[in-house]
């Protein structure tokens, strides 16, 4: 019987111990795999920092418990406010018997994979890459504003910017905003640019232009080849973790800063109360304010 553990995320190792040779799964990692490419029944064991959103955790725990060996033991965790209490809940509902306990504000509950498991199948169709109608587009539970045109990217693409050359969709999600850059002949290339590999296998099968290249990258860091390009379009985050971090969309700053060429142009959208201008002020030669609407501004920025 196998004795190997995989593990998904990035668990507190306060609160659970992670073998040194465990096989490591996350979409947003650069360079684990992938949850629903673990083979099934091979794991003694599998650890889980479950998401905060329902659809995509219900996805997470279903391929766990797929991948668990017969009588493997799956350990869960998430904190209380996000996930945690519905842990229990959702795993008996997948047949297992729950013990659950409480620690540094989160909830960790072990179970022993049942001989049956009930409901994986339809909890992988409903988490996974799949069709979202309304869009047009392919998206997953889990990547940013999976299934609707978040309104700071719809604010920017109505802005209409005038693009051309050489370009990069930095936190390119599915290709909404791509997809419209695209719109322009005068773009000869584009980079989606995005470190959830969710995303850039939605927008693979949503985007098919020779002039697009797709990158599974973190931003928080130079991206190889990535430079001297006309333009940087971009929706910055200002999540991680499901926390909120509001340097995230500084550094995508410094990174598009970075990436231009002399002259080349940042066009953002953010909300109201994101604190960049000071550090466009202090990587961009020019920035121009665009206005404000519905909690959001559009800023300019001339390197």
Not at 90 to 115: D, K, Y
Not at 193 to 199: E, L, S
Request: net charge neutral; proline share 7%; glycine share 10%.
């Amino acid at each position: 019987m196998t004795t190997e553990t995989a593990v998904y995320g990035d668990p507190l190792f306060e609160l659970v111990e992670v073998p040194s040779d465990a096989r490591r799964f996350s979409p947003v990692i650069i360079g684990r795999e992938q949850i629903e490419d673990a083979p099934t029944e091979a794991f003694a064991s599998v650890i889980v920092a479950a998401p905060p959103g329902v659809l995509e955790r219900r996805f997470v725990l279903a391929h766990a418990l797929r991948a668990l060996a017969p009588g493997g033991e799956l350990t869960a965790l998430a904190p209380k406010d996000m996930g945690g209490s519905r842990l229990r809940k959702e795993l008996e509902a997948f047949g297992c018997a729950v013990n659950e306990t409480s620690r540094r504000h989160q909830r960790i509950c072990v179970v022993r994979r049942p001989e049956a498991p009930v409901g994986l199948d339809a909890a992988i169709a409903e988490g996974g890459l799949q069709l979202v109608e309304p869009l047009g587009l392919w998206s997953q539970p889990g990547v940013f504003s999976w299934d609707r045109i978040d309104p700071g990217t719809a604010q920017l693409i109505a802005s209409k910017p005038k693009l051309a050359g050489r370009g990069a969709d930095f936190g390119s999600g599915v290709g909404v905003l791509a997809k419209k850059v695209l719109a322009s002949p005068e773009v000869t290339s584009l980079a989606l640019v995005d470190i959830d590999a969710r995303a850039i296998a939605a927008s693979r099968k949503n985007i098919d232009d020779a002039r697009v290249s797709f990158v599974q990258a973190d931003l928080r860091g130079p991206v190889e080849g990535i430079t001297d390009l006309n333009f940087v379009v971009m929706n910055p985050p200002f999540h991680i973790g499901g926390r909120e971090d509001r340097s995230l969309g500084q550094q995508f700053v410094r990174q598009a800063a970075a990436a231009l060429r002399k002259g080349g142009t940042l066009r953002l959208v953010a909300n109201v109360g994101m604190p960049y201008e000071a550090v466009l002020a202090e990587v961009f030669k020019a920035v121009t304010p665009l206005g404000q609407r519905d909690g959001y501004k559009l800023i300019e920025a001339r390197k």
